[in-house]
């Protein structure tokens, strides 16, 4: 707390000493001295918590004063413009929502262009404009363009909190539980291999119990036979052991020799509208059987759950040296296909596509079918891989959903794992490319605005400096003491932006008025004309730059070689 409380001293101090430097070159009163120390004050202190709110009070202040100077000789207070761009970078930083700052800007500058009009009246309104948007164009490299880099620094920061870490927690805790389904999976291929092993060691036990007994053989024959059945009795147990260990309580399946017909008449006894398709009937290994068994039993088990009342049509057939099994089914009846009823909807398919179950992605189904998060299509993926073969699963593509393994009759070589892509890594990149056209916001954001305003203020100095020409004749045909009607229906309808101040001198008392002999960039001398009491009391021609004016050979004005003259006197 030390250490903050002591950067924000310095940071003031720092902030302070430009004002103090420029308010004493421009003999400042006190009083604005202090009121700007003040605000810095106060600003520096809410940079942290209300960032925005402390930078809407130094540009206040600063309207306030540039209102106030505005067509005097006290020149640009630039002062506090190192204050405003550092507040407006915090600001981008730790307020990143845009209507704030947008209407606080807003606000600043019409309230600028208010008082500029309110407190210098003397002061033409199209050279109050033009100034107006002269400051607006500098602004934007001020204000918005610090704000800009700001907030995509704070996207950037997004990268490193705590969210991202709590996105791969979430990821990881998803992945434990699919790793669990597959260890699930691997349980029932366990209990799976009790039931055919352990009834094939029985049949050994049973026969060698039968020579156990037989008295045709000699003694040491049945000794070993003794010795047979015992063995087989023992890897029973033994056997028995393991797959109690391996067992899952959640691992449950029905009878182990069910075969995938009897598994299909006990689900349309229970009002599945189910109906199998059957190609060929060689023997299949014992684990390839109970793989397909299992592929069969979850694929009817998710269409009576997810899509109720559809029809479904399992397929087995065995091409080759592999059996292919495929389950489809409908959407639910009176559902259309992009309604939820067959798995999901429109938007969830389209996320998911159709997945690929090997890869053990979450949500494998398109919509969560088949468990919590897609986990019961992620065991059936791992029963299909560990008897070599695989499984696809998504939705189709005229509604409905589709299960299709295909798996070596024999069995094969347990095929190697697919690692799960990180959603968390892919949301990261998307938010990095985020950032990076945040970044190319920021620079082409304030370029583009002030091209546009460029273009306004030029576009508005030339409609004024066209319209604010005086011809050569008319200004001749004024004569002093007109009144100022008559004088002003020669006039233009405004008059010249940037008219000369240097060396110009005139009574309080007078009005004046300069215009352009012609069109703005042709000429180096303008003409004034000054009014007291309602009538004209002096016409002259003054130079406008450097450079010695080059006048016509006109009556009533000098010619090239002569110097400006002022007709008239105060």
């Known amino acids: 707390m030390k250490w903050t409380r002591a950067g924000d001293l310095g940071l003031w101090a720092g902030l302070s000493l430009l004002v103090l430097t420029e308010s004493g070159a421009r003999n400042d009163p006190l009083w604005m001295r202090a009121g700007c120390l003040a605000v810095l004050a106060v600003a520096v202190l809410l940079r942290r918590s209300r960032p925005v709110i402390g930078l809407s009070l130094v540009i206040a202040t600063e309207v306030v004063i540039l209102a106030g100077s505005l067509g005097t000789t006290m020149g640009v207070p630039i002062a506090l413009i190192p204050a405003i761009s550092l507040l407006s970078y915090v600001s981008g930083r730790r307020e990143t929502r845009l209507r704030p700052f947008v209407l606080m800007c807003s606000g600043e500058l019409a309230a600028l262009l208010i008082l ?69 999976e691997r349980s029932r291929i366990a209990e799976d291999m009790h039931d055919s092993v352990g009834h094939e060691l029985s049949l050994i036990a049973l026969r060698a119990a039968a020579l156990e007994v037989d008295a045709e053989l000699p003694e040491r024959h049945r000794r070993a036979a003794t010795e047979l059945r015992e063995a087989a009795a023992t890897a029973t147990e033994r056997l028995g052991e393991i797959i109690g260990v391996l067992r899952d309580g959640e691992a449950s399946v029905v009878p182990a020799q069910e075969t995938v017909a009897e598994l299909v008449d006990r689900a349309a006894a229970s009002g599945l509208a189910v109906k199998l398709v059957q190609e060929g009937n060689s023997e299949l290994s014992p684990m390839v059987d109970r793989a397909v068994h299992r592929v069969v039993q979850e694929s009817l088990t998710n269409a009576s759950k997810h899509a109720p009342g559809a029809e479904v049509v399992v397929t087995v057939s065995q091409v080759g040296d592999q059996v292919e099994v495929r389950v489809l089914n409908d959407a639910a009846p009176g559902l259309a296909s992009t309604e939820r009823g067959g798995h999901g909807t429109a938007a969830e398919r389209g996320r998911h596509g159709s997945a690929d179950a090997r890869a053990g992605e979450p949500g494998a189904d398109g919509s969560g079918r088949g468990g919590s998060g897609g986990r019961g299509l992620a065991g059936l993926a791992e029963r299909a891989r560990l008897v070599g073969g695989s499984l696809r699963a998504g939705a189709r593509s005229g509604g409905g959903f589709e299960v299709l393994a295909r798996i070596p009759r024999a069995g094969g070589r347990v095929e190697a794992e697919v690692p799960v892509e990180s959603g968390a890594a892919d949301e990261r990149a998307t938010v990095r490319r985020n950032a990076r056209r945040g970044l190319i916001t920021a620079v082409t954001v304030p370029v583009a605005i002030g091209a546009v305003v460029g273009l306004v203020a030029f576009g508005y100095y030339m409609i004024v400096g066209y319209s604010s020409i005086l011809r050569p004749a008319d200004y001749d045909a004024l004569r002093l003491g007109q009144p100022v009607d008559q004088v002003e229906a020669r006039l233009p309808a405004m008059q010249m932006v940037g008219p000369p101040s240097d060396g110009v001198e005139q009574p309080k008392e007078w009005s004046c008025r300069f215009y352009r002999p012609d069109a703005p960039f042709s000429t180096t001398y303008a003409y004034r004309l000054c009014f007291q009491n309602g009538v004209l009391v002096a016409k002259s021609v003054i130079q406008t730059g450097s450079v010695q004016p080059e006048l016509p050979a006109t009556e009533g004005q000098p010619t090239a070689d002569d110097e400006p003259t002022t007709e008239g006197t105060p």
């Open 116 to 184: 500029s009009l309110a407190v210098h009246r003397d002061v033409p309104v199209t050279e109050a404009v033009l100034t107006w948007l002269l400051i607006l164009l500098l602004s934007l490299l001020v204000v918005v363009l610090p704000w800009l880099i700001g907030r995509y620094r704070a996207q950037q920061a997004l990268l490193a909190t705590a969210g991202w870490d709590r996105a791969e927690r979430i990821e990881r805790e998803h992945r434990m539980e699919i790793a669990q389904e597959r260890l699930r």
